[in-house]
């Protein structure tokens, strides 16, 4: 029998309406478009508005687009993954309110946090579950609602997140399409530099630690800037290496979008001309586990099936990791 490998058959995203330009920020902190421009990439981010809104609410519609492109009934579903840094509540999982408001009645559900690594790291855990032969259709969502844990008064950090998702779907391939390997790997002494101070266990959510403005994201840039560059483009490098790939092998890098130039350090490591680099940090920003799946979803109409992607990404943990996988599916 030939091996099966987990293959993307369709791929579907969300963005939210309101979008929250450089411009505006100029409003809320002392920060210019020139800076933020030069610096991140970044021009405008979307947020989600309205009472009562999670990031289970960004992860629904795209969902539901994704089911219908593939024409997938919700109860054919066997398992979805959601990855999340920003679940709508601590519990139950964000992924059995997807399943449940999608009508997957026969999904079993759980949440993954790998912070910006999470979609990466669900999509290889739902890839195995695909290859083992047990589940016939996996769906894998990476969405945030950041805007729900930024600090709109830290102008180093408010700059960069925003909020968004995508999901796609897994299903067996036996003709080689699919992923075919992956370095994931993490490094907790990297806490210090990116993490939330309050609100978990350690220290309960009390007035002082509301106050004291411990419930957003606590990250030291340019400490991250530096990891983020070497740890992306080292894995990216090495998973080439291993599958004896070049530059010109690759069709596309599929990079996390934190920082543009993480972003063009990774590809110019990995010898790819900026044509070959999926890129939407300019309209997004940093929607952390949705921005590999927004880039797939919005890049889906020039894919080709057989085409070589790199998948990259590095955040909080820290975490970072890089998938090869061939695309299996020419545009619909
Ligand atoms: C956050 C980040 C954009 C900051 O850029 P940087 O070039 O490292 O900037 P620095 O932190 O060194 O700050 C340089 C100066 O700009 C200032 N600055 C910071 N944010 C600013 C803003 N929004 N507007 C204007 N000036 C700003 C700083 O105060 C500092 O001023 P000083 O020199 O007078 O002290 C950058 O470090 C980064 O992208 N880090 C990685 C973040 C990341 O990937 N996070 C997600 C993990 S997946």
């Given at each position: 029998m030939s091996k099966i490998t987990a293959a993307i058959t369709g791929v579907a995203g969300y963005v939210p309406e309101y979008v929250l330009t450089n411009k505006e920020l100029e409003t809320m902190v002392e920060t210019n478009d020139e800076w933020i421009t030069s610096r991140t990439g970044i021009k405008e981010r979307r947020i989600l508005k309205g009472e009562g809104k999670g990031t289970s609410h960004i992860a629904v519609p795209a969902v539901l687009e994704l089911l219908k492109k593939t024409n997938t009934k919700p109860e054919e579903v066997d398992l979805l993954i959601c990855a999340t840094t920003t679940p709508d509540m601590v519990f139950p999982a964000t992924a059995n309110l997807i399943t449940a408001e999608v009508g997957a009645v026969n999904a079993f559900g759980y949440d993954l946090q790998a912070a910006c690594s999470g979609f990466l790291y669900a999509l290889v855990t739902g890839s195995k579950f695909i290859e083992s032969g047990q589940y016939k259709k996996v769906i894998v969502v990476g969405a945030d609602k950041m805007s729900s844990i930024i600090d709109y008064t830290d102008r180093a950090t408010c700059i960069i997140f925003g909020d968004g998702g995508g999901a796609v779907m897994l299903e067996p391939n036996t003709e080689g399409y699919g992923i075919l390997d992956s370095v994931l790997k993490s490094d907790g002494t990297g806490a210090q530099y990116l993490h939330m101070k309050a609100g978990g266990s350690r220290k309960p959510a009390t007035i002082e630690t509301v106050q004291a403005r411990e419930h957003y994201a606590y990250q030291e840039g340019q400490a991250v800037f530096k990891f983020a560059v070497k740890g992306m483009a080292d894995v990216s490098a090495e998973v080439m290496e291993r599958n004896h790939l070049t530059g010109d092998d690759v069709a596309w890098l599929v990079p996390h979008q934190a920082n543009k130039r993480i972003i063009e350090a990774t590809a110019n490591r990995m010898g790819?001309?900026?044509?070959?680099v999926m890129l939407n940090i300019h309209k997004y920003g940093n929607t952390t586990s949705g921005t590999i799946p927004l880039c797939l979803w919005e890049y889906e109409s020039q894919l080709k099936k057989g085409d070589n992607l790199v998948l990259a990404a590095f955040g909080g943990g820290f975490t970072w990791g890089a998938i090869y996988l061939k695309w299996a599916y020419d545009p619909k």
């Open positions: 790819l001309s900026n044509e070959k």
